[in-house]
């Protein structure tokens, strides 16, 4: 049975106390501020060597990752980083800061019942919506789902999914008691990865109060909402509710990630990967990308010695995790990003690092060569997806780049419209956390949404809340949907965890074979305009030109194509 294995204790990531912090080489005592770091081991170094290495350094182990050697260390000695990186048996070692962040939804209240949107380098929300009656009650407003063919008379009736096929989210969490999540959500096999920080350790709120005593959230809760959209997206049933999702009938893991706040941790991630891998999920969603720094470089010259080899560290971490994934059967996919830039050429960046460690850090300009790297989304055997509107063009904010982006997929647009004004309709619907609609005022008494981006739908005296978002991380679930899809319909017996399994390299084939070939846009020089409301009432004109590459085969906005989700299934 399936679930019987599964549910055995992960060998691979395991909490451990180690002794007391002592002074470390360069003679520093435990005087000062107790600090976090991660310490990366260097491969194929035992364990014994690894944790005398930092206790020689002055630190104390407290959680430990022994697939791919990564520690979370708190020492007291000023001079950890250092004296660690010094030891023979250490790879590379970083503060213990956020790296990685989910999109922060900025929201705002509707204006003269106009759709009113403020932009963030990570998603959007819309206002505005109409409702009519479908296969499911919101079907209609699922113009994704339409656009991709994954409709009750398209890829439902040819291969719903199938229930032993495990999708993992990585991210915020899942609030899997929502109605129309819940009954394709494994709560069991579910992890929380995260320990809520209400403030850091210069006073600074990251998560906000903790909703529980322990700090701990409950793995079927999500308290930013970024994760339930995912899942909603990729998963929700067919059940006479609300929507449903790209797949389904498949089931839905949370493999939590991600702070309250949005912000992903080192540690928390890698955990998240080889859980993934050793308790047989068959595909992942990485909606987020690598923080502090949106860009990892190796040797940027405008970064101090320090920072350049924390960011190697944090690129060595994440793809010895990646690989561990990949080799143990997990299909890894994640969205291409929101900066609205070309990943393949030389770009400025000013947004890094954007959590901070010590007093005094703040974010400042930086070139960005190619040679950088963003985690996940261009780490080796990662499906990068852009995102599209309803128009199929690539989305405004979608970040692109030949040979970067794999597939491109539904992420909404809500200004692929013919006046460039914006439309609520245009984003996409998934599902929210009714608690979070209750906190921020979004409904009334009675239960009904009091905002146009939220939308309530009830069957019988049960009902769920859904939301208006856009983003990559809205394109990067339909893609691994589609994934799930493509296990559910060609994956044989998964002879050491049951249920299913296919290489993610066939995966991946399939996904990418069966994509639309989608040229570029005539010119190829697209330029985007857009009326903005403003505050006053009045419109303000933004315009943009990006530069799609390639060919109608593979391109910088489109990569293969885009998904299909009943061509999978019929392949």
């Given at each position: 049975m399936r679930r019987a294995i599964v549910l055995a204790a992960c060998a691979a990531v395991t909490v451990a106390l180690a002794a007391p912090a002592q002074a470390g080489p360069s003679g520093n005592t435990t005087k000062g501020r107790t600090s976090e770091y991660v310490v990366l081991y260097k491969d194929g170094v035992s364990l014994a060597k690894a944790h005398s290495a930092v206790a020689a350094a002055g630190g104390t182990i407290v959680k430990e990752n022994t697939a791919i050697g990564l520690a979370t260390v708190r020492s007291a000695n000023t001079a950890f980083l250092t004296d660690a990186r010094k030891q023979a048996a250490v790879d590379g070692v970083a503060r213990n800061r956020a790296v990685g962040e989910a999109p922060k939804v900025q929201r705002v209240a509707a204006a003269k019942a106009q759709a009113v949107e403020k932009e963030g380098r990570h998603g959007t929300r819309t206002g505005g919506a109409s409702h009519s009656s479908a296969a499911e009650p919101l079907a209609d407003r699922q113009w994704d789902m339409k656009l991709i063919h994954a409709t009750a008379h398209g890829s439902y009736k040819k291969e719903p999914g199938d229930h032993r096929v495990l999708v993992g989210v990585i991210d915020t969490g899942v609030d899997g008691t929502h109605p129309d999540i819940a009954p394709n959500f494994d709560r069991s096999l579910s992890r929380n990865f995260t320990t809520d920080i209400p403030v850091d350790a210069d006073g600074t709120e990251v998560?906000?109060?903790?909703?529980?005593?322990?700090?701990?959230?409950?793995?079927?809760?999500?308290?930013?909402?970024?994760?339930?959209?995912?899942?909603?997206?990729?998963?929700?049933?067919?059940?006479?509710?609300?929507?449903?999702?790209?797949?389904?009938?498949?089931?839905?893991?949370?493999?939590?990630?991600?702070q309250d706040s949005g912000y992903f941790f080192l540690q928390p991630v890698v955990d998240a990967l080889t859980y993934s891998a050793d308790h047989g999920i068959d595909v992942v969603n990485m909606s987020f990308y690598t923080d502090p720094w949106l860009f990892n470089c190796v040797d940027n010259p405008a970064d101090s010695p320090e920072y350049q080899a924390e960011q190697r560290t944090v690129i060595q971490a994440s793809e010895r995790a990646l690989a561990y994934a990949h080799r143990h059967g997990v299909t890894l996919v994640s969205a291409a990003g929101n900066g609205a830039t070309d990943y393949t050429k030389t770009i400025i960046d000013a947004s890094s690092p954007d959590y901070v460690a010590t007093p005094g850090e703040a974010p400042y300009e930086r070139t960005i060569p190619p040679s950088c790297v963003s985690e996940p989304s261009e780490g080796k055997n990662v499906i990068a997806v852009s995102a599209l509107g309803i128009s199929t063009r690539k989305s405004?904010?979608?970040?692109?780049?030949?040979?970067?982006v794999a597939v491109s997929a539904p992420g909404g647009d809500s200004y692929d419209t013919p006046d460039g004004k914006a439309d609520v309709t245009k984003a996409i619907l998934a599902a929210y956390p009714k608690s979070l609609a209750e906190q921020r005022g979004e409904l009334n008494p009675d239960g009904t949404p009091n905002v146009p981006y939220v939308v309530r739908s009830c069957k019988g005296s049960t009902c769920g809340?859904?939301?208006?978002?856009?983003?990559?991380?809205?394109?990067?679930?339909?893609?691994?949907?589609?994934?799930?899809l493509i296990v559910s319909r060609y994956g044989?017996?998964?002879?050491?965890?049951g249920g299913l399994t296919l290489s993610p390299d066939r995966a991946k084939a399939i996904l990418e074979g069966t994509a639309t070939e989608h040229p570029c846009p005539t010119p190829r020089a697209y330029t985007y305009t857009r009326y903005v409301l403003q505050s006053d009432g009045t419109y303000q004109k933004v315009t943009a030109t990006h530069t799609c590459e390639g060919g109608k085969e593979r391109n910088g906005f489109y990569g293969h194509g885009v998904i299909d989700a009943l061509g999978a299934v019929s392949h």
């Open positions: 998560d906000g109060p903790c909703e529980h005593p322990s700090c701990v959230d409950p793995v079927d809760e999500d308290d930013n909402e970024h994760g339930t959209h995912v899942a909603s997206t990729i998963a929700s049933p067919l059940n006479g509710l609300g929507m449903a999702g790209v797949a389904p009938k498949v089931t839905l893991v949370s493999v939590r990630a991600g405004y904010y979608s970040d692109y780049g030949n040979g970067y809340y859904y939301q208006y978002l856009q983003g990559t991380s809205m394109a990067s679930p339909h893609a691994t949907g589609v994934v799930a044989q017996r998964d002879r050491v965890h």
